[in-house]
């Protein structure tokens, strides 16, 4: 009787689906299309409040920059580039408009060295919402 039993609940607990794994990953997708310095520092605030909310291994996060926020990305940009790089480093993208570039005459070698490009900025927004990702406006 209990060799039957044992057996039954065995397969009885095969039947049960395994809970999933804890694999809940945060997509974020932030606009940068303004030149002030606050709103710069707004973004990166923002970027380390919410890697701090869900945890930098639980939150993709992409930010496009176009218009006049071009120059957030580029290598003249000092008061800023430790920040970024830090924040590159968590896995933050940072991802030029090219539509951008080629209007302000910006250079691939223009952009500091972790910055990806993107062909159109509010296109690639439009694909990520798309896609499921969350859309964060930054900036006044």
Not at 85 to 96: D, I, L, P, R, Y
Not at 115 to 133: F, H, L, N, T, Y
Request: proline share 2%; with cysteine; glycine share 6%.
């Amino acid at each position: 009787m209990k060799t039957l039993l044992l057996t039954l609940t065995t397969f009885l607990l095969a039947l049960v689906p395994a809970a999933p794994a804890q694999t809940t990953q945060h997509r974020a997708i932030l606009q940068m299309n303004v030149g002030e310095t606050d709103s710069w520092n707004q973004l990166l605030g923002n970027i380390q409040n919410i890697q701090k909310v869900f945890g930098v291994d639980k939150i993709q996060i992409q930010v496009v920059v176009y218009g006049k926020g071009l120059s957030f990305l580029l290598k003249t940009n000092q008061e800023f580039m430790e920040r970024m790089k830090k924040a590159s480093e968590t896995g933050v993208v940072f991802a030029a408009c090219q539509n951008s570039m080629r209007v302000r005459k910006v250079t691939t070698e223009d952009l500091v060295p972790f910055a990806a490009q993107v062909d159109s900025g509010v296109a690639e927004i439009i694909r990520k919402q798309e896609a499921g990702w969350s859309y964060v406006r930054i900036g006044e």
